[in-house]
């Protein structure tokens, strides 16, 4: 926990001679937590308790966000680091976590370390629906860059569709699915995380056909949102951006990471109906109070979680053959909460 975790804070700082702020959002299936705009100020404060920063490095894991909070956190550190940002990726380090990471001088992965294409999804009231859902609220479909892209080039490279009046009657149906103004966020969608990614960029790369080739691989070039570049092949795209092997740094490093997935739960999915089970199989009588770390922003000396409470307990509910125990589920909190 963060008592122990301080001491390999520490040894990380001093091995690469930096201070080290440390960003984790969960990727708990039914409890996920995302890059967002909320967690800018929590940075703020903890920076500026660091005071003067020469080298600043931020350890990140995350499944991605809200690409400008992750370019509004790339320009941040920049406001307390100018001189030199590292990027530490023990683990995942997807979408905005990888534009992100853009803005660093230099980006240390794990071999268990992955970054993943830049390419946005875009939900607006305008998305489609997803068709055969159950009663409730309508359920909106993201609409993918590459998706969109990918729909292009299989009617003209793969199909080798060229007429113009059949290009025309196929891309109508496209837009009888897809609203067209959707389709246009989408097409500005990929402009934004372009801009976005040459600002980050041209901070520390002066190579332009380099910045060039980085931001085409990222946001154009990889086929699936989801693709995993790992740590050589995020070498051969960005040079030495991405740092050499250092097995005294990585094993710092991943002992920090499992120790914050321990806490946080990390890659276990949740479930209210094992949580409730665990509560009564050590004792306790229903209604339990469970509580879930959903982000964490820690340094050595201060540290912001981002915790959700919930209360379960069990009632009857109306079933085939009679009243049936069924889980309820009550959110009493949800925020930040800062330990010092």
Not at 97 to 122: K, Q
Request: aromatic share 6%.
């Amino acid at each position: 926990m963060w008592d122990d975790r301080k001491a390999l804070i520490a040894q990380i700082e001093q091995k690469r001679g930096s201070r080290l702020i440390s960003y984790l959002t969960s990727d708990r299936q039914n409890a996920t937590a995302i890059i967002a705009k909320d967690a800018l100020p929590i940075f703020f404060d903890q920076l500026r308790s660091m005071g003067a920063l020469t080298k600043l490095d931020v350890l990140i894991f995350t499944t991605g966000g809200d690409t400008l909070a992750a370019f509004g956190l790339g320009r941040l550190v920049r406001e307390f680091a100018p001189n030199w940002v590292g990027v530490l990726v023990p683990d995942r380090c997807f979408s905005a976590g990888t534009l992100f990471a853009l803005s660093a001088n230099e980006i240390y992965m794990s071999r268990a370390g992955t970054l993943s294409p830049i390419d946005p999804s875009v939900t607006t009231q305008l998305n489609p629906v997803a068709e055969g859902m159950m009663p409730g609220p309508r359920q909106l479909l993201p609409v993918s860059v590459e998706s969109v892209a990918g729909f292009k080039s299989l009617i003209q490279d793969e199909w080798g569709i060229k007429n113009e009046q059949m290009l025309t009657s196929i891309f109508k149906v496209l837009a009888e699915k897809v609203h067209p103004l959707a389709l246009g966020d989408v097409y500005r969608s990929r402009q934004q995380i372009e801009r976005l990614a040459h600002q980050l960029l041209i901070v520390h790369r002066k190579d332009k056909a380099k910045i060039k080739k980085i931001i085409n691989t990222l946001t154009r070039e990889l086929g699936s949102h989801d693709y995993p570049i790992s740590r050589t092949e995020a070498r051969k795209l960005m040079g030495n951006q991405i740092a050499t092997e250092d097995a005294v740094v990585e094993d710092l490093l991943v002992k920090l990471f499992n120790d914050y997935s321990k806490e946080m739960e990390l890659h276990v999915p949740f479930n209210h109906a094992a949580a409730l089970a665990k509560e009564k199989a050590a004792g306790k009588t229903p209604p339990v109070r469970v509580r879930q770390i959903a982000a964490v922003i820690e340094s050595s000396t201060s540290k912001d979680a981002f915790e959700q409470e919930m209360l379960l307990s069990e009632v009857l509910a109306p079933g085939p053959a009679g009243p049936i125990k069924a889980l309820q589920q009550e959110i009493l909190d949800a925020g930040w909460k800062h330990y010092s």
